[in-house]
């Protein structure tokens, strides 16, 4: 077996570059990434490694078009996150990004499901650390994330288990999968997705800690549970679920698509739009997955390579604003156009993009979703309207952050290599819109590529169109930034909390009151054995006579409580 290097590993034997200093680690940490991209580039499908261990096969490197299309937009968004990152040169960043990149790696390229769920739960364990070392409210919001990617890696586990005592097998999609096994890994993945109502780890999180670990954190972990639904539908079709479950799964999707963007439209705060959003974002992904066609499978994982691209961005972009001003409100703000024209610029290609403007990246792949779900009414529906809502979202966010009246801030355009980072992503928005055959041709899926209709077009400008003349009539109005105070699931799952804790307190009352009845008779009954122990001093005839008379006692109590 020739042996590939794995691209997980590039960062985690790169990991003694943080010893270095200043500028020379900066560019280590970005030739780092860079060498990752061109590993991932340079392997083949059908290429694979594995090693035994403990009598089990471990798949460590499959190679195939889902995970190499997979590994491609994670390596090349790596080096822009980056690239971005190293403007703030903070050690531990680096340290639990690059973790959190190798980890997320493995996981996409795992054969067989040991190696994933090591891989899962460390991508879980990273993520987890690099919002806790930011401190203060990131540090609680990160025992909050960690619970729930706990709850998620012990399901998988456990469908692992399952799946291994039911089939002998651990290697991914060598057999048939065993129901029960399948429906504990789809809950597990549902997890990692944010599927409402799993979902509020997300937006809790990602607006929390350092504005270079948000970028992070949008890319890998959701996109990771997208990767691995796509990787699960073949089971489903096999066992015959798949008409059924992936009904259940895309409406679900465009459930996520609708709420996500409903609770993005009300924020106040830039980063938990842009985290609702995300939620919003995977919904396409996740609805093209569950409608199970191969037009659903490739518009899903083209619109995770798209909404990688456009998606980081935009957090690059708020980012920098956070950093030159200092604000994270919408209502702080004003006017940045004229003081930071070049994250302005990407910005507006960022939005244009995920709102699916023609000529960009995003109006193709969910241009794909939306087609695939036209004979799934209620689906078509739900995806329609979340359109409309992202579209107004980041009119909302761009005209009240960079384009109304200025406020009377001191800010300067964001330093360059953030810059070149958010540049050249914006570029690749562009370029794949205008010529999209360099992602079609290595999507998961070669068939059923045919192009976006006329009426797609037509119809997508038409309402898009409508939807900007609302907002720049009467939208900027009711959309105007401030705090609604409107709650998420969070107040069911406090009351869940508060009921536990007040069925603790009154079991552990009921506890003491019965340890304490308990005490009393205890003693009760020392006390008696104490004064029986003096009685065996008696005269042995006293004693006898004292037997018979409670002999006599007993029998008498035992015949009233048959006769009663």
């Known amino acids: 077996m020739t042996f590939i290097f794995h691209p997980a590993f590039i960062f985690f034997l790169g990991l003694p570059l943080l010893l270095l200093k200043g500028n020379l680690r900066r560019a280590a940490v970005v030739l780092l990434a860079a060498l990752a991209v061109l590993v991932t580039f340079s392997l083949q499908p059908g290429s694979y490694y594995s090693l035994d261990f403990m009598n089990f096969n471990l798949v460590m490197l499959n190679v195939d078009s889902l995970s190499l299309f997979t590994g491609y937009i994670f390596?090349?968004?790596?080096?822009?996150?980056?690239?971005?990152?190293?403007?703030?040169?903070?050690?531990?960043?680096?340290?639990?990004?690059?973790?959190?990149?190798?980890?997320?790696?493995?996981?996409?390229?795992?054969?067989?499901?040991?190696?994933?769920?090591?891989?899962?739960?460390?991508?879980?364990?990273?993520?987890?650390?690099?919002?806790?070392?930011?401190?203060?409210?990131?540090?609680?919001a990160a025992f909050r994330y960690l619970l729930f990617h706990l709850l998620g890696g012990s399901l998988l586990l456990g469908s692992i288990a399952i799946q291994y005592f039911s089939t002998g097998s651990l290697l991914i999609g060598a057999s048939v999968m065993n129901p029960w096994a399948l429906l504990l890994?789809?809950?597990?993945?549902?997890?990692?997705?944010?599927?409402?109502?799993?979902?509020?780890?997300?937006?809790?999180?990602?607006?929390?800690?350092?504005?270079?670990?948000?970028?992070?954190?949008?890319?890998?972990?959701?996109?990771?549970?997208?990767?691995?639904?796509a990787r699960m539908a073949p089971s489903f079709a096999v066992l015959g679920a798949m008409p059924l479950v992936g009904g259940i799964i895309a409406i679900l999707g465009g459930i996520m698509a609708i709420y996500g963007v409903s609770f993005a439209l009300i924020q106040n705060n830039m980063r938990k739009l842009l985290s609702y959003h995300i939620l919003s974002q995977v919904g396409y992904m996740v609805a093209g997955i569950g409608l199970g066609t191969a037009i659903g499978l490739n518009g899903g994982m083209f619109h995770l390579f798209n909404n990688l691209l456009?998606?980081?961005?935009?957090?690059?972009?708020?980012?920098?604003?956070?950093?030159?001003?200092?604000?994270?409100?919408?209502?702080?703000?004003?006017?940045?156009?004229?003081?930071?024209?070049?994250?302005a610029i990407t910005f507006f290609i960022a939005a244009l993009a995920i709102a699916g403007i023609p000529g960009l990246n995003g109006y193709l792949s969910k241009g794909m979703v939306i087609t695939a779900s036209e004979d799934f009414t209620v689906l078509w529906l739900l995806l329609e309207i979340a359109s409309i809502g992202t579209f107004l979202s980041f009119l909302k966010l761009g005209y009240f952050v960079f384009l109304r009246k200025g406020k009377d801030l001191k800010v300067e355009e964001a330093p360059k290599t953030m810059l070149f980072a958010q540049a050249a992503i914006a570029i690749a928005c562009v370029v794949i819109g205008l010529y999209p055959a360099l992602v079609l041709g290595i999507l998961p899926v070669q068939e059923a590529l045919e192009?976006?209709?006329?009426?797609?077009?037509?119809?997508?400008?038409?309402?898009?169109?409508?939807?900007?003349?609302?907002?720049?009539?009467?939208?900027?109005?009711?959309?105007?930034?401030?705090?609604?105070?409107?709650?998420?699931?969070?107040?069911?799952?406090?009351?869940?909390?508060n009921w536990v804790l007040s069925a603790s307190a009154a079991t552990k009352e009921l506890f003491i009151g019965i340890f304490a009845a308990f005490s009393g008779?205890?003693?009760?009954?020392?006390?008696?054995?104490?004064?029986?122990?003096?009685?065996?001093?008696?005269?042995?005839?006293?004693?006898?006579?004292?037997?018979?008379?409670?002999?006599?006692?007993?029998?008498?109590?035992?015949?009233?409580?048959?006769?009663?």
């Open 310 to 343: 456009y998606k980081t961005l935009l957090f690059m972009c708020v980012g920098a604003v956070i950093y030159r001003t200092g604000f994270e409100k919408i209502s702080q703000l004003g006017g940045l156009w004229k003081k930071m024209p070049i994250t």
């Open 185 to 229: 890994m789809t809950l597990a993945v549902g997890i990692n997705l944010g599927i409402i109502p799993l979902h509020t780890w997300l937006p809790d999180t990602y607006p929390k800690p350092h504005i270079a670990s948000s970028v992070f954190l949008s890319v890998y972990t959701t996109k990771t549970a997208v990767y691995f639904l």
């Open 75 to 140: 390596v090349i968004i790596t080096f822009c996150a980056i690239l971005y990152a190293s403007h703030f040169d903070k050690t531990w960043i680096y340290f639990f990004a690059i973790l959190y990149a190798g980890t997320s790696l493995g996981a996409v390229f795992a054969g067989d499901f040991i190696t994933l769920i090591i891989f899962w739960e460390l991508m879980a364990i990273s993520s987890t650390a690099l919002v806790w070392i930011h401190g203060g409210e990131a540090a609680s």
């Open 451 to 497: 192009p976006l209709s006329l009426a797609y077009l037509l119809e997508t400008t038409a309402i898009l169109g409508a939807t900007a003349i609302l907002f720049f009539t009467i939208g900027k109005k009711i959309l105007a930034p401030h705090d609604t105070g409107v709650k998420d699931f969070d107040v069911l799952y406090n009351k869940f909390g």
């Open 521 to 564: 008779w205890s003693r009760f009954l020392f006390s008696f054995g104490s004064l029986s122990g003096k009685m065996e001093d008696r005269d042995l005839n006293w004693n006898l006579m004292l037997s018979a008379i409670m002999l006599l006692f007993i029998f008498a109590l035992m015949w009233m409580v048959a006769a009663w």
